[in-house]
C-alpha cells in the first residue's frame, strides 16, 4: 500500500490526537509540521518522530513529497493555511468549524473546487455510531419530510479557555467550537436544505460577569448563541448553544418528520439520554422505537483513516466542504441577526 506523506499545520493540542491516530494508520507518515511556537514543534518532533519543522507554512509547502497537510491551527486561522495549501496542490483536512466568517469558509470551498483537490473538515461526530444509525434511519425513510428541527450543544460549565476566548484566534466563540456540531449534524440528516433566513441572539453576559473562573472575564467571543432558521424547503429549525448556562440543560436534539420524529443524543449534540429513538405511528397505532446499545467508536481513526484513505484512492472529500460551510452560513446569519437587534436577516449560499 501506498504510504500517503502529509505535512501538519499547527502542532497544538489537537493535533496530538491526529498525531497519535495517524501514527497508528498504516500507510500514512507526517513527515514535517509547522507552527509559530517553537516549543509546540520541539514537542511534535519529539513524541511524533516528525523529522522536517518550519515557522513558516509556506515554505513547509514546497515540499513536493507531501501530498495532503492537516490544519489544526485556532479557528479564525483556517482559511489562510487551507487556501494555501489547496493551492500548493495539496489535500487538506482541516479541524472543524471550517472558519470563523462565511467569506473565510467560502474561500475555502472556492480553493477546494478550483484546484481540485479533498477538503475535508473534521466533524467527528458523523462518524459516531448514533449518527450513523439515525443517518440510515432517515435515509430508509423513515421520517418522511423532515419540517422541524431543535438542535443542541449545550454546557452548564464548560467554558475552554486560551485561544478559544480570543476574538483573534477564534473568531467565535460556543456556535463555531460546539454549536457547530449540532448544526452540522441537523443538516446532514436533514439532506443540507439550503437555508434563506436566520434571526438569532449572541452574548458573552455570564462568562464576563462569571463567579467561578476570573480568566474567563477576558472572553471576548460569544457563550450563548440561539438561531431562528429558515429553510427554502420551508423547513424550520431552532439552534442553541452555550458554554455555560443557570440552566441543566437547554433541551434536546429533536427532528419531525411528516411520518415520524426522531431524538438524537450524543457527546456535543445533546439529548435528554444518548441514543436515537423513534416516535412514529402504524396502522393508527402509536410506537416508539429505541437503539440504545452502541458500540463505541474511536471517530478520530474513523475520520484520519477516511481522509487517508481519499487521498490514496482519489475518492471525494468523506466529508462535503459545501454542506459544512451551509453551517458557516447560518452562524453568520445567527451573528449579523443578532448585531441587528435580533431582526430577521436574508442570508446566501456562496456560489463559485
Ligand atoms: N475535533 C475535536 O475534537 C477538536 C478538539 C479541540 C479543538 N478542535 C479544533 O482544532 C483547532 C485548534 O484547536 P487546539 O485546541 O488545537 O488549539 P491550540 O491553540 O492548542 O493549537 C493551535 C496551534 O496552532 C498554532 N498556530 C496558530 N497560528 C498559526 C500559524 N499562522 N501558523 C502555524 N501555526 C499556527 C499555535 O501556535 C498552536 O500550536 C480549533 O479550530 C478547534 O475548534 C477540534
Same mark, same amino acid.
Given at each position: 500500500?501506498?504510504?500517503?506523506?502529509?505535512?501538519?499545520?499547527?502542532?497544538?493540542?489537537?493535533?496530538?490526537? =491526529?498525531?497519535?491516530?495517524?501514527?497508528?494508520?498504516?500507510?500514512?507518515?507526517?513527515?514535517?509540521?509547522?507552527?509559530?511556537?517553537?516549543?509546540?514543534?520541539?514537542?511534535?518532533?519529539? /513524541?511524533?518522530?516528525?523529522?522536517?519543522?518550519?515557522?513558516?507554512?509556506?515554505?513547509?509547502?514546497?515540499?513536493?513529497?507531501?501530498?495532503?497537510?492537516?490544519? $489544526?491551527?485556532?479557528?479564525?486561522?483556517?482559511?489562510?493555511?487551507?487556501?494555501?495549501?489547496?493551492?500548493?496542490?495539496?489535500?487538506?483536512? $482541516?479541524?472543524?468549524?471550517?472558519?470563523?466568517?462565511?467569506?473565510?469558509?467560502?474561500?475555502?470551498?472556492?480553493?477546494?473546487?478550483?484546484?481540485?483537490?479533498?477538503?475535508?473538515?473534521?466533524?467527528?461526530?458523523?462518524?459516531?455510531?448514533?449518527?450513523?444509525?439515525?443517518?440510515?434511519?432517515?435515509?430508509?425513510?423513515?421520517?418522511?419530510?423532515?419540517?422541524?428541527?431543535?438542535?443542541?450543544?449545550?454546557?452548564? /460549565?464548560?467554558?475552554?479557555?486560551?485561544?478559544?476566548?480570543?476574538?483573534?484566534?477564534?473568531?467565535?466563540?460556543?456556535?463555531?467550537?460546539?454549536?457547530?456540531?449540532?448544526?452540522?449534524?441537523?443538516?446532514?440528516?436533514?439532506? =443540507?436544505?439550503?437555508?434563506?433566513?436566520?434571526?438569532?441572539?449572541?452574548?458573552?453576559?455570564?462568562?464576563?460577569?462569571?463567579?467561578?473562573?476570573?480568566?474567563?472575564?477576558?472572553?471576548?467571543?460569544?457563550?450563548?448563541?440561539?438561531?431562528?432558521?429558515?429553510?427554502?424547503?420551508?423547513? /424550520?429549525?431552532?439552534?442553541?448553544? $452555550?458554554?455555560?448556562?443557570?440552566?441543566?440543560?437547554?433541551?434536546?436534539?429533536?427532528?419531525?418528520?411528516?411520518?415520524?420524529?426522531?431524538?438524537?443524543?450524543?457527546?456535543?449534540?445533546?439529548?435528554?439520554?444518548?441514543?436515537?429513538?423513534?416516535?412514529?405511528?402504524?396502522?393508527?397505532?402509536?410506537?416508539?422505537?429505541?437503539?440504545?446499545?452502541?458500540?463505541?467508536?474511536?471517530?478520530?481513526?474513523?475520520?484520519?483513516?477516511?481522509?487517508?484513505?481519499?487521498?490514496?484512492?482519489?475518492?471525494?472529500?468523506?466529508?462535503?466542504?459545501?454542506?459544512?460551510?451551509?453551517?458557516?452560513?447560518?452562524?453568520?446569519?445567527?451573528?449579523?441577526?443578532?448585531?441587528?437587534?435580533? /431582526?430577521?436577516?436574508?442570508?446566501?449560499?456562496?456560489?463559485?
Amino acid at each position: 500500500m501506498r504510504t500517503v506523506k502529509l505535512g501538519l499545520i499547527g502542532a497544538g493540542g489537537i493535533a496530538q490526537a =491526529h498525531c497519535g491516530t495517524l501514527a497508528n494508520i498504516e500507510g500514512a507518515e507526517i513527515i514535517a509540521a509547522a507552527d509559530l511556537v517553537p516549543a509546540n514543534l520541539e514537542r511534535a518532533q519529539e /513524541r511524533w518522530g516528525i523529522k522536517q519543522t518550519f515557522s513558516d507554512y509556506n515554505e513547509m509547502l514546497k515540499l513536493d513529497e507531501i501530498e495532503a497537510v492537516y490544519v $489544526c491551527t485556532p479557528t479564525g486561522v483556517h482559511a489562510a493555511p487551507t487556501v494555501a495549501a489547496l493551492n500548493a496542490g495539496k489535500h487538506v483536512f $482541516c479541524e472543524k468549524p471550517m472558519e470563523a466568517t462565511l467569506n473565510a469558509a467560502a474561500s475555502m470551498w472556492r480553493a477546494a473546487k478550483e484546484n481540485d483537490k479533498i477538503l475535508m473538515i473534521g466533524l467527528k461526530l458523523r462518524y459516531s455510531a448514533q449518527v450513523v444509525k439515525a443517518k440510515e434511519v432517515v435515509d430508509a425513510g423513515t421520517l418522511g419530510d423532515i419540517y422541524y428541527v431543535e438542535t443542541v450543544a449545550d454546557r452548564r /460549565r464548560g467554558n475552554p479557555g486560551g485561544s478559544f476566548i480570543v476574538k483573534a484566534t477564534a473568531g467565535l466563540g460556543a456556535s463555531a467550537d460546539i454549536g457547530v456540531y449540532a448544526l452540522d449534524t441537523a443538516l446532514y440528516l436533514m439532506g =443540507h436544505p439550503k437555508p434563506v433566513a436566520v434571526s438569532g441572539i449572541t452574548s458573552n453576559y455570564l462568562s464576563l460577569h462569571n463567579t467561578w473562573n476570573p480568566a474567563l472575564k477576558e472572553t471576548e467571543v460569544e457563550d450563548f448563541g440561539v438561531g431562528w432558521v429558515v429553510f427554502e424547503n420551508g423547513a /424550520r429549525m431552532v439552534f442553541k448553544t $452555550c458554554w455555560c448556562m443557570n440552566m441543566d440543560s437547554l433541551g434536546g436534539t429533536i427532528f419531525l418528520g411528516k411520518k415520524a420524529g426522531l431524538r438524537l443524543g450524543i457527546g456535543e449534540v445533546r439529548g435528554p439520554e444518548e441514543g436515537v429513538r423513534v416516535y412514529g405511528d402504524k396502522d393508527g397505532e402509536i410506537y416508539d422505537q429505541e437503539f440504545t446499545e452502541f458500540e463505541s467508536v474511536d471517530v478520530f481513526r474513523a475520520e484520519d483513516t477516511a481522509f487517508v484513505d481519499a487521498v490514496r484512492e482519489g475518492k471525494p472529500s468523506p466529508i462535503d466542504p459545501y454542506g459544512v460551510m451551509l453551517t458557516n452560513v447560518i452562524i453568520q446569519g445567527v451573528i449579523d441577526s443578532s448585531n441587528a437587534g435580533g /431582526r430577521e436577516v436574508a442570508v446566501t449560499v456562496p456560489t463559485l
